[in-house]
């Protein structure tokens, strides 16, 4: 499909946006291997959540859709740890990473053998990350060209490790405790920096027993989880792409309701903060241990920045938007450490280049990075997403700050994390 995206003068309403998508694939799983029904209240809109859903269907975990306090709900029936049955065919991750990784952690905890793989962009994603903890955890997976799914996971009785990250990923992490619940002893997973830690709060939250300390993680194996009621919060990086169309509209008020604001996501508002952007948070809660705000963003003069080290991993889903950003900034912006961009979806460094240059933006790409020069003018364009949601998304926020109409080519990617993304952009710009 291809979207037409017309230029805005002003943003303006109050938005929700879908439940965060990293939390939602971590109840839908955790809630299937603990013991009774959870209830998911905002469980990602996305397709990547929906393919976690579909591959615990085939692994025999029933789950039900319906409605609580006009608010939809989703009710995972959990068999606890040992209520997994093989799936009969092989399990399709499609686009979703976050599936793949992180399901293997479980997978190779059971007693039978899965074959997993996804679309043609997640059969380019490496997977050695999982496979080394996982087989020094007594694990045997094979995968193409010892990399690359289809992967078939030959469960087994695990181990608990002791285990360095040698990348910053929260789904490898996530995926080492996962398969440590399983596991005998104890499993400790150390970071480099400080990512995402969803699944540490969620295991809390239904019964494990585990210790977060700053980048070490320590979990004790034979935890028997319980179902529980769940609410999903906001996904903040859904909600970057209208934190930026804001930003680069002349004229802007936005809230943005229910928003998750734990704290290893929201190094993006500081990069925009740091960039000049005035972002208000409003009515600040906890549900299930993660926090949960409205934000509100109003006009603002952005100067322009860098990102790198720590900052680097902590935005790393928001480096395409942040990039549209820099563009139109007073002093541009350069991102550094960023070589995992290089095995998202797609080639992010090189998708953000191509679609930017499309727009008549200069950029330099790094093997790590990226230099946009500011102050310059965006120019309506055909997008090329390359079927990646957030370089549909990213650039269809450019498209606002354009002087004439952009054509977004395979538009409906954005659907994998975010469905009602145009027609929530086309009801605050005006
Ligand atoms: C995610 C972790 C990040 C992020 C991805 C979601 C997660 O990936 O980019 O969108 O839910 O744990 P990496 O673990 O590969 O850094």
């Known amino acids: 499909?291809?979207?037409?995206?017309?230029?805005?003068?002003?943003?303006?309403?109050?938005?929700?946006?879908?439940?965060?998508?990293?939390?939602?694939?971590?109840?839908?799983?955790?809630?299937?291997?603990?013991?009774?029904?959870?209830?998911?209240?905002?469980?990602?809109?996305?397709?990547?959540?929906?393919?976690?859903?579909?591959?615990?269907?085939?692994?025999?975990?029933?789950?039900?859709?319906?409605?609580?306090d006009g608010r939809s709900v989703l009710t995972i029936h959990g068999k606890g740890a040992t209520g997994l049955s093989a799936a009969a065919d092989r399990l399709d991750a499609g686009n979703s990473g976050s599936t793949i990784r992180m399901l293997s952690g479980i997978l190779a905890a059971q007693?039978?053998?899965?074959?997993?793989?996804?679309?043609?962009?997640?059969?380019?994603?490496?997977?050695?990350?999982?496979?080394?903890?996982?087989?020094?955890?007594?694990?045997?997976?094979?995968?193409?060209?010892?990399?690359?799914?289809?992967l078939t996971i030959h469960g087994a009785a695990l181990r608990g490790i002791d285990y360095a990250l040698p990348v910053a990923s929260a789904q490898v992490k996530s995926c080492v405790l996962l398969a440590g619940l399983y596991a005998k002893g104890e499993t400790v997973v150390r970071e480099p920096v400080v990512t995402r830690d969803h699944t540490e709060?969620?295991?809390?939250?239904?019964?494990?027993?585990?210790?977060?300390?700053?980048?070490?993680?320590?979990?004790?194996?034979?935890?028997?989880?319980?179902?529980?009621?769940?609410?999903?919060?906001?996904?903040?990086?859904?909600a970057a792409f209208f934190l930026v169309a804001a930003l680069i509209a002349r004229e802007a008020d936005l809230i943005i309701t229910n928003v998750g604001l734990n704290p290893t996501r929201t190094a993006l508002l500081d990069v925009l903060r740091g960039m000049?952007?005035?972002?208000?948070?409003?009515?600040?809660?906890?549900?299930n241990g993660e926090l949960v705000g409205n934000l509100q963003i109003q006009t603002s003069r952005i100067r322009g920045g860098t990102i790198e080290g720590a900052t680097t991993a902590a935005v790393i889903d928001e480096i395409p938007v942040l990039a549209v950003l820099g563009a139109v900034s007073e002093d541009g912006?350069?991102?550094?450490?960023?070589?995992?961009?290089?095995?998202?979806?797609?080639?992010?460094?090189?998708?953000?280049?191509?679609?930017?240059r499309r727009m008549q933006i200069t950029v330099n790409t790094t093997p790590d990075g990226l230099e946009i020069p500011g102050r310059q003018k965006f120019h309506g364009a055909q997008i090329q997403s390359r079927g990646d949601h957030r370089i549909a998304m990213a650039f269809s926020v450019a498209s606002l700050a354009a002087d004439s109409p952009s054509m977004i080519e395979d538009s409906e990617a954005a659907s994998v994390s975010f469905p009602e993304f145009y027609t929530t952009l086309r009801n605050i710009a005006r």
């Open 276 to 287: 000049g952007a005035n972002i208000k948070l409003l009515h600040i809660e906890q549900a």
């Open 1 to 68: 499909m291809t979207e037409q995206v017309s230029p805005a003068r002003a943003i303006h309403g109050v938005v929700s946006v879908p439940g965060d998508k990293s939390i939602s694939h971590r109840y839908a799983m955790l809630a299937s291997i603990a013991e009774g029904d959870s209830q998911i209240f905002n469980y990602s809109t996305g397709a990547d959540c929906h393919s976690t859903l579909t591959c615990m269907e085939a692994l025999g975990i029933r789950h039900t859709t319906g409605e609580q």
């Open 111 to 150: 007693p039978f053998t899965t074959r997993i793989t996804g679309d043609e962009s997640l059969v380019k994603r490496p997977m050695r990350r999982i496979m080394m903890p996982l087989a020094e955890m007594n694990a045997r997976i094979e995968a193409t060209n010892g990399d690359f799914p289809p």
């Open 333 to 356: 912006l350069v991102v550094r450490n960023a070589s995992e961009l290089r095995v998202k979806e797609t080639d992010r460094i090189e998708t953000i280049a191509e679609n930017l």
């Open 201 to 238: 709060l969620a295991l809390r939250e239904l019964g494990a027993d585990i210790a977060m300390e700053p980048r070490v993680v320590r979990l004790q194996g034979g935890a028997r989880l319980q179902g529980k009621t769940l609410f999903v919060p906001g996904d903040l990086s859904s």
